[in-house]
């Protein structure tokens, strides 16, 4: 079973549009993310959810909106797509807010044109 | 804000030499840590160091925090093709926000 498992994996669109990407982590951690991974590969944190609650919120337009049903899932929705916005999202899962290692998931390469 | 600087971008390597990445941080970490990234792959931990001076070793990898918590280094010896990635340093101090340097791209000539 896939530890940090998103989808979807590929996403090609249209600016102006609207779009979602889900997260789930079947690890029993407290703690998940969002980073964004842009061409030259350098990783940013965009938002973190501990328990359910927002913990870290980057400055990141607020065209995203990160939701986390439970601790175990937390989805990212983008409005009004951009061209900017194409890059590898990786949602990220960990213990608890402050320890050990992040868990990644494969990613979700999205492509906006 | 702290910030995490990672050095070299790039490192071509003859397979069987030896390289470092290194890894300096404006603030003090509490911690570090290594991941790395297979072309097309996600990063996948390597480890975590968090006393100063720390040093620890993965059979030909060798991983060093230094004595004012601020810089740490990744040392491979006798590369291998195995070892193509890119490797990344990540920092955090007390806010729960890990930091991630831009990574160390490595090739690898047979």
């Known amino acids: 079973d896939t530890a940090v498992s998103q989808t979807p994996k590929y996403l090609v669109t249209q600016m102006g549009n609207d779009k979602s990407i889900k997260c789930e982590q079947n690890l029993g951690h407290d703690t998940m993310y969002w980073y964004k991974q842009d061409s030259k590969k350098f990783l940013k944190i965009m938002f973190s959810y501990n328990n359910k609650e927002l913990i870290i919120n980057e400055t990141v337009p607020n065209r995203f909106s990160p939701k986390s049903p439970d601790k175990a899932h937390l989805n990212l929705h983008i409005n009004s797509l951009e061209l900017g916005d194409s890059a590898v999202y990786f949602c990220?899962?960990?213990?608890?807010?402050?320890?050990?290692?992040?868990?990644f998931g494969e990613g979700s390469r999205l492509t906006v044109l | 804000g702290q910030q995490v600087m990672q050095i070299p971008q790039y490192q071509h390597v003859q397979e069987g030499e030896d390289f470092t990445t290194y890894c300096n941080s404006s603030t003090t970490l509490s911690n570090i840590q290594w991941y790395k990234q297979r072309p097309g792959g996600h990063p996948v931990f390597l480890i975590q160091l968090v006393k100063s001076g720390e040093v620890k070793k993965q059979k030909r990898l060798t991983f060093q925090f230094g004595e004012a918590k601020k810089n740490s280094s990744l040392h491979i010896t006798a590369t291998q093709t195995t070892d193509v990635g890119t490797y990344f340093c990540?920092?955090?101090?007390?806010?729960?926000?890990?930091?991630f340097g831009a990574g160390t791209t490595v090739t690898v000539r047979a």
């Open positions: 990540a920092g955090s101090s007390n806010d729960y926000k890990l930091s």
């Open positions: 990220a899962s960990s213990q608890t807010a402050n320890t050990g290692e992040l868990f």
